[in-house]
């Protein structure tokens, strides 16, 4: 395979279900890999970088141990359309008991918006409700136990902590392919690819055979199990041999949280390389394409973008809505005006995202219609196009303005913070690499 040789950037979901009586589960959607070949790559590396206490200030209390308690333990997974009344009556629990839980102070506001997903533990004996715990965030549960008095409730601090490790590897057929291999969770690659790099690398169509990502991340653990990944602290990313960097910088003051350049510039552009999540470029920007349609050489001003009927159309930038109506062969249209000149265009939608109307300020990443097939087009598609004091230019290759760098108020901070994190990645990405050299890591 050459090293011209484009990856792939997919992958697909798949549904699981899972019964078990008298505990009641949802549908569970894991996220699974297409395998597309390839040899795997480098893996996890275990030992953690550092450890950083974000978790809450509040002091961790032990969750009463349920298991002691007389009478049977039900572990409850809320389905669609459940109420804690209807479940009460599912399992023929006491009534009464549900509505004096219910009068405690904090108990209704943290059980009243149960959701499909949630878990609900009761011990109950007979029907009568010994104990009930709901965990209500990442680090809080509400825990109701009986008292010889009645009810008492109270609100269980159990703090996650964030371990930041890190991970290297190098893409042989798809980027989720080798992320899969190197431990990295498909939501962490997507940060990577749509939060960090998303506005220099073209992940559809730009990755190659041997582009390699490195990267110092974040994992979340309570009571020493693994919860998920947590946020990307630092990235590298090899894209034709081009050298990519990015950093996490929140300022103390919260006026600053971002990714950054080494030397302070922002990842995020003033504007998006594509506003949509597509399939394929199904016509790229041609000054000489012959129409598909009218069977004759008519520019192509702009980029198609295939994508199903209905995909949700982002501003891909800060912008006021010039037009949103129907003109000609765009079909259904909306026009963008972003200031300094630069206009885009939104063509063949299937309809406008609820309340659009000319005049309308719109931020980057706002949907703002929906993609289909009106107009002169032969299947449903977004052409998209960027122009520059009313010249069409190529949105695939034109350079995009830049965001402001940070501020010289916060420079110092932000150098001394990024140099740390610059230093774990060259530090871990060594450490990989003499590994898998000496025979003990994975390619």
Same mark, same amino acid.
């Given at each position: 395979?050459?090293?011209?040789?484009?990856?792939?950037?997919?992958?697909?979901?798949?549904?699981?279900?899972?019964?078990?009586?008298?505990?009641?589960?949802?549908?569970?959607?894991?996220?699974?890999?297409?395998?597309?070949?390839?040899?795997?790559?480098?893996?996890?590396?275990?030992?953690?970088?550092?450890?950083?206490?974000?978790?809450?200030?509040?002091?961790?209390?032990?969750?009463?141990?349920?298991?002691?308690? %007389?009478?049977?333990?039900?572990?409850?997974?809320?389905?669609?359309?459940?109420?804690?009344?209807?479940?009460?009556?599912?399992?023929?629990?006491?009534?009464?008991?549900?509505?004096?839980?219910?009068?405690?102070?904090? *108990?209704?506001?943290?059980?009243?918006?149960?959701?499909?997903?949630?878990?609900?533990?009761?011990?109950?004996?007979?029907?009568?409700?010994?104990?009930?715990?709901?965990?209500?965030?990442?680090?809080?549960?509400?825990?109701?136990? =009986?008292?010889?008095?009645?009810?008492?409730?109270?609100?269980?601090?159990?703090?996650?902590?964030?371990?930041?490790?890190?991970?290297?590897?190098?893409?042989? /057929?798809?980027?989720?392919?080798?992320?899969?291999?190197?431990?990295?969770?498909?939501?962490?690659?997507?940060?990577?690819?749509?939060?960090?790099?998303?506005?220099?690398?073209?992940?559809?169509?730009?990755?190659?055979?041997?582009?390699?990502?490195?990267?110092?991340?974040?994992?979340?653990? =309570?009571?020493?199990?693994?919860?998920?990944? *947590?946020?990307?602290?630092?990235?590298?990313?090899?894209?034709?041999?081009?050298?990519?960097?990015?950093?996490?910088?929140?300022?103390?003051?919260?006026?600053?949280?971002?990714?950054?350049? %080494?030397?302070?510039? /922002?990842?995020?552009?003033?504007?998006?390389?594509?506003?949509?999540?597509?399939?394929?470029? /199904?016509?790229?920007?041609?000054?000489?394409?012959?129409? %598909?349609?009218?069977?004759?050489?008519?520019?192509?001003?702009?980029?198609?973008?295939?994508?199903?009927?209905?995909?949700?159309?982002?501003?891909?930038?800060?912008?006021?809505?010039?037009?949103?109506?129907?003109?000609?062969?765009?079909?259904?249209?909306?026009?963008?005006?972003?200031? #300094?000149?630069? !206009?885009?265009?939104?063509?063949?939608? !299937? #309809?406008?995202?609820?309340?659009? =109307?000319?005049?309308?300020?719109?931020?980057?990443?706002?949907?703002? #219609?929906?993609?289909? !097939?009106?107009?002169?087009?032969?299947?449903?598609?977004?052409?998209?196009?960027?122009?520059?004091?009313?010249?069409?230019?190529?949105?695939?290759?034109?350079?995009?303005?830049?965001?402001?760098?940070?501020?010289?108020?916060?420079?110092?901070?932000?150098?001394?913070?990024?140099?740390?994190?610059?230093?774990?990645?060259?530090?871990? =990405?060594?450490?990989?690499?003499?590994?898998?050299?000496?025979?003990? #890591?994975?390619?």
């Amino acid at each position: 395979m050459s090293h011209d040789t484009r990856i792939r950037f997919d992958y697909s979901p798949a549904i699981t279900t899972v019964t078990a009586r008298p505990v009641r589960w949802r549908l569970l959607p894991l996220m699974m890999f297409p395998l597309l070949g390839g040899a795997l790559v480098y893996g996890l590396t275990q030992n953690p970088l550092m450890h950083t206490a974000r978790e809450s200030a509040a002091p961790a209390t032990d969750a009463p141990d349920l298991a002691s308690l %007389p009478g049977e333990k039900l572990d409850v997974i809320v389905q669609r359309h459940d109420t804690l009344d209807r479940i009460f009556r599912q399992f023929k629990l006491d009534q009464t008991d549900l509505a004096a839980i219910l009068g405690l102070p904090g *108990a209704r506001q943290a059980l009243s918006q149960i959701r499909p997903g949630d878990k609900l533990t009761l011990v109950h004996e007979d029907g009568t409700v010994h104990a009930l715990n709901r965990r209500i965030s990442e680090t809080e549960i509400l825990s109701v136990t =009986r008292a010889d008095s009645g009810f008492a409730a109270e609100i269980i601090t159990t703090p996650v902590e964030f371990r930041a490790t890190h991970a290297y590897g190098t893409i042989d /057929s798809s980027l989720f392919v080798a992320a899969r291999a190197a431990g990295v969770n498909p939501e962490t690659i997507l940060q990577l690819a749509n939060d960090i790099f998303g506005w220099e690398i073209d992940f559809v169509l730009d990755i190659r055979t041997g582009d390699r990502f490195h990267l110092v991340y974040e994992q979340k653990f =309570r009571d020493g199990q693994y919860l998920g990944d *947590a946020r990307i602290l630092a990235a590298e990313f090899v894209n034709a041999g081009e050298r990519h960097h990015a950093v996490h910088y929140a300022s103390a003051d919260g006026q600053i949280d971002g990714y950054f350049t %080494p030397d302070g510039r /922002s990842m995020r552009r003033q504007f998006l390389r594509a506003p949509l999540d597509f399939r394929r470029v /199904s016509s790229n920007f041609n000054p000489n394409r012959r129409h %598909p349609i009218l069977n004759s050489i008519r520019a192509h001003q702009g980029v198609d973008y295939a994508a199903p009927t209905g995909t949700s159309i982002k501003a891909s930038g800060d912008g006021r809505v010039s037009f949103a109506g129907v003109k000609g062969g765009y079909g259904k249209v909306i026009t963008l005006e972003h200031g #300094g000149g630069i !206009s885009t265009l939104y063509g063949h939608l !299937s #309809g406008f995202a609820r309340g659009l =109307r000319p005049g309308q300020r719109v931020k980057q990443g706002d949907t703002i #219609g929906y993609v289909g !097939s009106t107009g002169a087009a032969t299947g449903p598609h977004l052409h998209y196009e960027y122009r520059v004091n009313g010249i069409h230019r190529n949105p695939r290759t034109v350079r995009l303005p830049d965001a402001a760098p940070i501020p010289a108020d916060y420079l110092v901070d932000f150098q001394s913070k990024a140099a740390a994190l610059i230093a774990q990645l060259e530090q871990g =990405r060594g450490t990989a690499v003499a590994t898998s050299e000496d025979g003990q #890591g994975r390619r």
